[in-house]
């Protein structure tokens, strides 16, 4: 069994910044894909970043050049800097982990993050509100 556990969250007006954080133990030998989610009620939960176990990264269009997905120094723990803030990244923000790697595509010699969700996920954390008011 994996733990997932966030923190930070809160309210903030439009263009300010918060910061969540997340940390996840277990299988504490590997080191997992993390991922963070949205979701606002009678809404599906999107993916927002998410992070491989080699630092590959991988962002929603809608939060490209705002939020800033990175690995805590602790084995395990990451976090989601989230600048210029805007209403409709409300929502609650749902941390995910597993312990096997995104898919990738192959692409120019590389391999890359492909298309990635809930699905790929089997560990969550509980959630934390993130409020943008106008």
């Known amino acids: 069994q994996v733990n997932v556990v966030e923190s930070g969250g809160g309210t903030v007006e439009s263009g300010g910044s918060l910061r969540l954080s997340c940390a996840a133990s277990g299988h504490d030998d590997s080191t997992y894909s993390m991922a963070w989610f949205r979701q606002t009620p009678g809404k599906e939960r999107e993916g927002v970043a998410a992070?491989?176990?080699?630092?590959?990264?991988s962002y929603a269009d809608s939060v490209k050049g705002r939020f800033t997905i990175s690995r805590g120094n602790a084995k395990n723990t990451m976090t989601l800097q989230m600048n210029r803030l805007r209403p409709e990244d409300t929502g609650t923000y749902y941390c995910a982990a597993d312990t096997t790697p995104l898919p990738r595509t192959f692409s120019g010699g590389y391999y890359y993050i492909s298309t990635w969700g809930a699905a790929d996920f089997d560990y969550w954390g509980q959630g934390t509100q993130v409020t943008v008011s106008p």
């Open positions: 992070i491989d176990y080699d630092g590959s990264v």
